[in-house]
């Protein structure tokens, strides 16, 4: 058994040209696109960005320098460099030109010679060529004898002695035996070996080698996956337009496939995914790529050449990261496909009596350049270690003093309204006990009130700041039983309410009695609850639903796990889930009678039930139904004015300050809201947002644009840690 060489093929395409900044725009490079990349559906592994290298540019020697020495020290033989020639002009030659005449990395390389047209798909059409492949005769020559150069080097790849070269497309050659055997011919007389000449199956086009004057074919995965295993039906929200495949079934139809009979390479993929590059939904897609499939794939790739003395296996690719083929370290993975590499070679190696293979030590550095690489390599590692103690340091430091600063300004807000506060407790004990004197004097009849204010509290709109203020005012109900069934969304999660809070759940009859007893009642209970008790008027205030609904995930977020316990079944799910990142928590089916348009189902659900109210025109005639019991419906922005009519339409001429207290603010991690989560967000609150339409042509509310609400939207998001792509 013999080691096939492992060769990755490498794209030189990171760095700006002159060429790509008049087609794409200055400074246009393959990140441009890579960074820019969208999920196009949920689930989608979109962005795929760089890890230990970065978004680099291949002009620095260093980073090749760094791409060399993780190669090798992960088992690659070598890299496949794609080369560009244009009848004498070459394209992103700078990374291999310098690679050639520096001598630097010393790191065995090959040349693949990409030989088709360019079109300008970055912008989805294929219909604008940017240069043309041509060829002829004159132009063969010219070409070999420009390739010679690089033959002569002592790093590049042979086969039997011979210098290794491929074709990406050797069938668009007009007489591919006439060029071979040109080539051939131009090489000896150079004083060469002929060439060792390998044509890839592009486009899924198998030929035999002899008959179009080559030494071998070479899969060139992904370009055979459908001849050899189906589609994959595309999942929810994918372009119908876009390709799809499995990974494993893929990986299956690779194994399956029977051997040629003739020297013919394999090729493994990492993965694929084009859509960076493919944005008009035409894109191929290889979905459920893992490490340990990988590694599955390429074991059967070394295997089947393990018994050739000229065996080779491609990896596509080293660095294809607009096509999701990518070798180098991402922000997803880390180095795990490289060390899925470096198993498979060292087994390999193992299994021949190599125990030691000449890149398992790489050993120490001899030249300047890897010197400075491994010195540079060492002090990194040091500065993350040294550097992650001390940012955690300083973040603890920092968010215990912010959470200092936080309560010592609520402290301070708290006594200056207590301050205020006490200026007057003596004159309304006084009013009260006036008021309560008079009332033992009447008729028991009469001391019921008349008229009671009902405040309808939806979570996360500022209706802890209102109640904690309207406590302090006589005839105000704030509690204890400030929730009824319609607030959980479900009757599994009432009856789930853990012990600790089940006395907090108010019954009709009880709300009823609450009602009768008070001038002014608040809680988290239903508009009709709260009609149907008894309340001649009901009031609320409002917010923009989608940064409602992030409120309420980082208010779960930051509860602690005792004070989610402690509400039975219904904390016990939004604890177990709230650690979910926000799309998950939001499609997460347990939380969705809880999360499903709250708004609505407060303000038009019948009284006490967990429905939520149909969509669309019965909306608009269930509000203007409800027209006349309201009395203030304000958005949360006007949390001052809302009080103070609230204040006076009990009768209350000098209330105390509106407190500000349970304001969501922290941030636990910042995240993502994609495409996905938008959409989600959309879904959840399409009737709250039909109601806030509603409401405002029949009530106080005001109305306000789509771009008024969108900005408080992405405000709300900037506030709690979300950035929105």
């Known amino acids: 058994m013999t080691n096939p060489l492992l060769l990755a093929i490498y794209l030189p395409q990171f760095h700006p040209t002159p060429e790509n900044d008049a087609w794409h725009g200055t400074g246009f490079t393959e990140w441009t696109v890579v960074a820019k990349n969208r999920p196009r559906f949920p689930g989608h592994d979109q962005p795929q960005l760089p890890a230990d290298l970065g978004f680099y540019d291949l002009r620095l020697p260093e980073v090749r320098e760094q791409q060399a020495r993780l190669a090798r020290a992960h088992g690659l033989s070598g890299f496949s460099y794609y080369h560009y020639w244009f009848k004498g002009q070459q394209m992103l030659e700078r990374p291999f030109n310098e690679v050639l005449h520096s001598g630097r990395p010393d790191f065995p390389f090959s040349l693949c010679w990409a030989n088709e047209s360019w079109y300008r798909r970055w912008e989805t059409s294929v219909d604008e060529m940017l240069i043309e492949q041509q060829y002829d005769e004159a132009d063969d020559l010219e070409h070999i004898r420009w390739l010679i150069n690089a033959f002569q080097d002592d790093r590049y790849i042979r086969v039997h002695g011979r210098p290794l070269f491929s074709v990406y497309r050797p069938l668009s050659l007009p007489d591919p035996k006439r060029t071979s055997d040109l080539w051939r011919e131009e090489c000896v007389r150079a004083g060469l070996p002929e060439p060792w000449l390998v044509g890839f199956e592009s486009y899924g086009d198998m030929f035999v080698p002899a008959d179009i004057g080559f030494d071998a074919s070479a899969d060139f995965a992904p370009h055979s996956f459908s001849r050899l295993t189906p589609q994959s039906t595309p999942p929810p929200g994918c372009d119908p337009q876009n390709r799809v495949w499995e990974y494993a079934d893929v990986v299956q139809a690779f194994a399956s496939e029977p051997q040629a009979d003739w020297v013919r390479y394999p090729s493994v993929t990492t993965g694929w995914d084009n859509t960076p590059r493919r944005s008009d939904g035409r894109a191929a897609i290889i979905r459920g790529s893992t490490p340990e499939l990988y590694a599955t794939w390429l074991n059967r790739a070394v295997q089947s050449q393990s018994d050739r003395p000229d065996g080779i296996v491609y990896i596509n690719a080293w660095n ?33 009596g ?35 103690y001390q940012s955690y340091l300083d973040r603890r430091l920092r968010i215990l003093s912010e959470e200092h600063a936080r309560e010592m300004t609520d402290q301070r807000e708290q006594s200056r309204i207590l301050a205020t506060w006490a200026l007057t407790l003596e004159q309304r004990v006084q009013e009260r006990a ?29 209706g802890a700041s209102l109640r904690a203020t309207l406590a302090a005012i006589p005839g105000c109900y704030t509690g204890p039983k400030y929730f009824d069934e319609a607030h959980f969304g479900s009757e599994r999660l009432v009856e789930g309410v853990g012990p600790a809070n089940s ?27 709260l009609l149907q008790a008894g309340c001649a008027k009901v009031s609320f205030q409002l917010r923009e639903p989608r940064a409602r609904l992030l409120s309420v995930y980082r208010f779960w977020q930051d509860n602690t796990d005792a004070q989610k316990a402690d509400w039975g079944l219904w904390g016990s799910e939004l604890m177990a889930k709230s650690d979910l990142p926000l799309f998950e928590f939001l499609v997460d089916p347990a939380l969705l009678p809880a999360l499903d348009n709250q708004i609505a189902r407060q303000v038009l659900s019948n009284s006490g039930t967990a429905a939520t109210p149909a969509h669309g025109a019965d909306v608009a005639e269930l509000t203007r139904a409800l027209s006349d019991r309201l009395a203030v419906v304000a958005w949360t922005r006007q949390s001052d004015a809302f009080f103070a009519k609230v204040a006076a339409s009990i009768g209350e001429t000098n209330p105390p300050p509106l407190m500000r207290i349970n304001v969501t603010d922290d941030i636990r991690d910042a995240q993502i809201i994609d495409q996905a989560t938008l959409q989600r967000l959309d879904v959840l609150t399409a009737t709250d947002r039909l109601l806030l339409d509603a409401l405002s042509d029949v009530s106080s509310l005001p109305a306000r644009t789509p771009s008024d609400l969108d900005a408080e939207f992405e405000e709300t998001a900037s506030r709690l840690g979300f950035t929105i792509r």
């Open 354 to 388: 190599l125990a030691d293979p000449p890149w398992a030590d790489v050993g120490p550095p001899t030249s300047t350049e890897d010197l400075y690489a491994d010195l540079y390599e060492k002090y990194t590692l040091l500065q993350k270690r040294s550097s992650g």
């Open 320 to 352: 294809e990261w607009a096509e999701g083929a990518h070798l180098e370290p991402d922000a997803a993975h880390g180095r795990a496909y490289l060390e899925a590499t470096r198993e498979i070679a060292l087994a390999q190696a193992g299994t021949t």
């Open 434 to 462: 006036t008021d309560d004197a008079a009332a033992a004097r009447a008729p028991e009849t009469s001391r019921r009130h008349t008229i009671c204010h009902g405040i309808l509290h939806v979570p996360k709109c500022a």
């Open 503 to 529: 006395p907090q759940i108010v019954k009709p009859e009880e709300l009823s009695q609450i009602v009768a007893t008070h001038r002014l009642v608040i809680g988290h209970y239903s508009l009709n609850s």
